[in-house]
């Protein structure tokens, strides 16, 4: 998905802003969870298809808590600033191998095929969720245009 970077910025009126916000924040954070979903899809799909692999160790993708830093640490109060200053280049999905040390079978594996299905799911419908946020926001945007 492209990254959409414009700054719409409204007159300014006495020597103050009165409308000034980028309109692609959402848009470009929303753009970052779904790559980071898409890539957790990804390892939970290699995660089924090694599950009768010996010894191989399951992975996961963490996002959301870099998110959850990048809006926390953020020394604005509104949601809407704190997302416009995240720098989303710095948002990076971190794929890491879940108990690495841990194994409840015998061949050393990790994988419980229920577990990653129900993951899968979870996460599918979340990237469809956000999909429609994005739609959304396109649909707001053409509102707006006419």
């Known amino acids: 998905m492209r990254r959409f970077c414009v700054q719409a910025q409204f007159a300014e009126r006495k020597g103050k802003n009165m ?3 980028d309109t692609f924040d959402y848009i470009n954070l929303l753009d970052k969870a779904m790559d980071a979903a898409w890539v957790r899809n990804e390892a939970i799909a290699n995660n089924i298809s090694n599950a009768t692999t010996p010894n191989y160790k399951r992975q996961d993708v963490d996002f959301e808590s870099e998110l959850r830093k990048a809006l926390k640490y953020n020394r604005y109060e509104s949601m809407d600033d704190k997302v416009s200053n995240v720098r989303t280049s710095r948002l990076e ?3 890491f191998t879940d108990y690495a040390g841990y194994s409840y079978r015998m ?3 990790n994988v419980d095929i229920d577990i990653e299905n129900v993951t899968l799911a979870a996460n ?4 469809n969720g956000m999909m429609q946020s994005v739609n959304e926001q396109f649909d707001n945007l053409k509102a ?3």
């Open 144 to 146: 707006v245009m006419k």
């Open 107 to 109: 061949d050393g594996n």
């Open 124 to 127: 599918q419908i979340k990237y």
């Open 19 to 21: 409308i000034r916000s």
């Open 93 to 95: 999905p971190r794929i």
